[in-house]
């Protein structure tokens, strides 16, 4: 004996979980839905496939915003091997003993011990004072300037680069006491 299968329709009204004039009125909806369909050529909006969609669009935008954050969070990490390398390649060698030369760094003094030359140099702006893994290095000029475009906040002391009879300097006819060394 074969068993005729009942619709989903038919196997609720056999259960008494609709009536009769439910499944009518729900034959007759889905009736006009598929005439109006064909006739004017109107998509049913189906709301899950929106939402799906709209779900979909958002993974794609948090993705993007992970990617760039990973992206910039690299480009950090390649710019800061950079300046090590630059300034462990170019620094001075630390002198034990010599004169003091102090600065200022993000409004504290700080002070380091360098040689009458290299103090010099300091002051004419041929070396300069660079921070890095908070230690302060003396590199010259043109690493300085290279540090700086990497990184401008790297480059604590850079002076002027002072031209020899510097003709502008309405005081180099006066000699500087050795005094006011500080």
């Not at 004017?40 to 929106?50: G, L, M, R, T």
């Not at 300069?128 to 000029?141: C, G, H, N, Q």
């Not at 690493?143 to 990184?151: F, H, L, S, T």
């Not at 031209?163 to 500080?182: K, N, R, S």
């Amino acid at each position: 004996m074969s068993k005729q299968k009942l619709s989903f329709q038919e196997q609720l009204l056999k259960t008494g979980l609709v009536t009769s004039a439910q499944a009518k009125a729900a034959k007759s909806t889905k009736n006009k839905q598929t005439q109006l369909h064909r006739k004017n050529n109107v998509a049913v909006v189906d709301e899950a496939k929106k939402l799906a969609l709209n779900a979909q669009a958002e993974k794609v935008e948090r993705d993007k915003e992970l990617n760039r954050v990973r992206k910039q969070h690299e480009e950090k990490k390649a710019l800061a091997a950079q300046l090590k390398q630059m300034i462990e390649l170019n620094r001075y060698p630390h002198e034990a003993v010599g004169e003091a030369y102090h600065f200022s760094d993000q409004q504290r003094m700080k002070t380091v011990y360098v040689s009458e030359k290299v103090r010099q140099q300091l002051v004419s702006g041929q070396t300069a004072i660079v921070k890095y893994d908070l230690k302060y290095e003396l590199v010259s000029r043109e690493v300085a300037q290279k540090i700086a475009e990497r990184d401008a906040e790297a480059v604590i002391v850079l002076n002027e680069a002072v031209t020899e009879g510097g003709g502008d300097d309405p005081y180099a006819a006066f000699q500087v006491p050795d005094d006011l060394i500080w």
